[in-house]
């Protein structure tokens, strides 16, 4: 009965909990692509959630082909493949956008220095020509924003092809360089990849410690992370495997230190669905989207 809860029911409960989380940015996401913009979100850790998935996915692979860790990040790894493309096309939109006011703001600019056909008004003349040519130069330098190059790759593609392109190089090392410690390299790479979850947590704990108030913790997210957290760490315990052990505990420390602060400072307000942060990223798991406010 003990082999099964911690061989079986663990990861199986971890997997579903897993692909629950990984889905937790979809209505932000769709919000955004209705609106025709990210507003506060911010997609970077979608690319990394792309690569902690798939890092799961060839450690799951690597050691003893085990079903539950591929199981419980393929689901994420798809998703975070839609997540990417749809920041990226509110991306290209923004500079479409960017585009077309930087064009406009340089026809004004034009036009405030054309010259007027008024031989009275010579000198006026001289003086609106001066002070357009100096409008137009101001507006350049303010709005050099945009660039042709941004309309190729945004910075959403950027971000996805350099997590790819590192691990396609990871993995070509571990299966025909170093393939008698593949799982070990894969492992020890895909706990260095959490460090970039790990951020969300922690500048939500420093958001909360700062306002006295936790309206910016997700309660929902904060006790599915838990039991995530907990399930997997149980299996780890059972392989006795410390690539799992040690990003979970760290995710549930996190997570347990958030519940602290929650105790501590009340929420006085009511947080929006899917506009804050839960517990910390662990193996199977990735932050929701980090936004303005905890910056």
């Known amino acids: 009965m003990g082999d099964f809860f911690l061989s079986i029911f663990c990861p199986t409960m971890g997997a579903i909990l897993a692909t629950v989380m990984f889905g937790a940015p979809i209505l932000d996401l769709r919000r955004a692509l209705i609106q025709g913009k990210l507003g506060d979100l911010n997609p970077f850790p979608w690319a990394m959630m792309t690569g902690n998935c798939l890092g799961w996915v060839v450690y799951g692979y690597y050691q003893g082909h085990d079903p539950f860790i591929v199981a419980g990040n393929l689901p994420g790894l798809v998703l975070s493949l839609w997540l990417n493309s749809g920041a990226a096309k509110l991306q290209y939109q923004e500079q479409k956008e960017l585009q077309r006011l930087q064009q406009q703001r340089q026809r004004e600019a034009w036009d405030a220095s054309a010259p007027v056909d008024d031989d009275d008004d010579d000198e006026?003349?001289?003086?609106?020509?001066?002070?357009?040519?100096?409008?137009?130069?101001?507006?350049n330098n303010n709005t050099n924003i945009y660039h042709p190059e941004h309309m190729v790759t945004v910075p959403q593609e950027r971000a996805l092809l350099r997590v790819l392109c590192f691990w396609s190089a990871v993995i070509l090392w571990a299966g025909w360089v170093d393939t008698n410690n593949a799982a070990a390299t894969v492992g020890f790479v895909v706990?260095?990849?959490?460090?970039?979850?790990?951020?969300?947590?922690?500048?939500?704990?420093?958001?909360?410690?700062?306002?006295?108030?936790?309206?910016?913790?997700?309660?929902?997210?904060?006790?599915?992370?838990?039991?995530?957290?907990?399930?997997?760490?149980?299996?780890?315990?059972?392989?006795w495997d410390a690539v799992i052990m040690i990003p979970n505990v760290t995710g549930l420390t996190l997570g347990l230190a958030q519940g602290v602060l929650c105790w501590y400072y009340p929420s006085t307000t009511t947080a929006a669905p899917g506009a804050s942060h839960g517990s910390g990223g662990n193996a199977q798991h990735h932050p929701l989207p980090l936004q303005d406010v905890e910056e």
């Open 124 to 139: 006026n003349q001289n003086d609106n020509s001066s002070s357009g040519s100096r409008t137009g130069n101001n507006i």
């Open 191 to 239: 706990n260095l990849n959490l460090i970039f979850f790990y951020g969300a947590p922690l500048q939500t704990m420093r958001h909360v410690v700062a306002t006295h108030n936790s309206a910016s913790i997700h309660r929902p997210t904060l006790y599915m992370s838990w039991s995530n957290t907990s399930f997997w760490l149980l299996y780890g315990l059972a392989k």
